[in-house]
């Protein structure tokens, strides 16, 4: 198959992560003889300090042009500490979900057992847990009118949802819990909001035409307790924008690590595929950022095109890496290997993972063949 992905590595950590995403991707291609060709354009903070512009025309234009996107992250403490600034990084990122269309952001959610310890949370409460997250995300609050008054004391932020918009997602994700365990959770706050009550009726509505698929109702605050009480009770979560970006984000530390959990961002007729975790600036040109949620967004790119035994690959390898503890500080505070070293250790797996008998550590860390 071949694949023209644009590349928006953003800022911050974002283009060394990306930059191992690709190299994955690269070993993919060589192994099952693939042909992926990447564009690479601007967003984000570094595109306002080179055009003005958090999402350049050109920028927009290669990825309405492109069969995939694949994203890094956004933002720069000069941005996210001046809540006045008029232009920020994150309006290229919401400009872009709507221009391509993604109303339908997809976060797994898993517990290694190789990385159980690592976890603020008891054993007995997540191990087992693997749930996925549907989240709207081209409506509701972030995008609704905003207003303040003229002296600046008061502010409001509108929050609309029209029948359309939610019967579209939640039927993507009906058919996904009717691929998986066959229950879906709509998360909302329907004994206040009205919006809320229109995701009900409307969620109700769609779910009759999935018999199959048990659905059942949380408030979006019992919800929040209920994924660290017992993360395992879920399957599906549909959920509507801000509060699908809120759960998401708790549900993160779940793994362990917020630089584990992938995204596909996907539409009609366009997909995006990123980490969730933020630009880490304080991280940037460290070597120290964790790659493997950006590599799994890779693997999540490659299942959206159907290339289901290469996206298993890539899973297999990041599995292997976590077991052999070949992880970043994040995971392990002593670990000697950096984000290039995990990119390379993946890549290598991928390419010669019928070869392999054992793996060296120390080749690993001289920058050598990691499987002999």
């Not at 198959?1 to 911050?12: E, Q």
């Not at 603020?120 to 609704?144: A, H, N, V, W």
């Not at 961002?265 to 460290?286: D, M, R, T, V």
């Amino acid at each position: 198959m071949k694949l023209n992905i644009a590349v928006l590595a953003g800022d911050g950590i974002g283009p060394e992560v990306t930059a191992q995403s690709i190299k994955v991707l690269n070993a993919i291609a060589e192994t099952y003889s693939h042909s992926f060709e990447f564009r690479e354009a601007l967003v984000g903070a570094i595109a306002i300090d080179k055009t003005g512009n958090p999402l350049p025309e050109e920028t927009l234009d290669i990825c309405e042009n492109s069969d995939a996107v694949l994203f890094g992250a956004i933002g720069d403490p000069k941005y996210d500490n001046d809540p006045s600034a008029k232009v920020r990084p994150e309006q290229g990122l919401l400009r872009l979900r709507k221009s391509l269309g993604l109303f339908t952001n997809i976060r797994p959610v898993k517990a290694y057992p190789t990385l159980i310890d690592k976890s603020p949370l008891k054993e007995s409460i997540i191990s087992g847990t693997d749930f996925t997250i549907y989240r709207e995300l081209t409506g509701g609050i972030y995008f609704g009118d905003k207003k303040l008054n003229d002296a600046g004391t008061v502010a409001s932020d509108l929050c609309k949802y029209s029948e359309k918009e939610i019967e579209r997602i939640a039927h993507l994700a009906f058919k996904a819990a009717r691929s998986r365990r066959k229950k879906l959770t709509l998360v909302d706050k329907a004994n206040v909001l009205e919006t809320s009550r229109l995701w009900r009726r409307v969620v109700s509505n769609v779910g009759k035409s999935y018999e199959d698929v048990e659905l059942d109702y949380l408030f979006v605050d019992n919800a929040a307790m209920q994924i660290i009480l017992n993360p395992k009770q879920f399957d599906v979560i549909l959920t509507e924008n801000m509060f699908g970006d809120i759960i998401s984000d708790e549900a993160s530390v779940i793994g362990g690590s917020i630089g584990l959990l992938a995204s596909a961002s996907i539409g009609n007729e366009n997909a995006l595929f990123e980490p969730i975790h933020g630009s880490y600036p304080q991280a940037k040109g460290k070597d120290i950022a964790n790659p493997i949620a950006s590599i799994l967004s890779a693997a999540m790119l490659l299942e959206h095109f159907g290339l289901k035994e290469e996206a298993q690959a890539i899973n297999e390898a990041v599995e292997k890496s976590l077991s052999l503890n070949i992880v970043t500080t994040d995971l392990d505070p002593e670990s000697a290997f950096g984000t290039q070293k995990i990119g390379d250790f993946i890549a290598d797996y991928i390419v010669n993972a019928e070869d392999e008998v054992c793996i060296n550590k120390e080749n690993i860390n001289f920058g050598q063949s990691t499987i002999i």
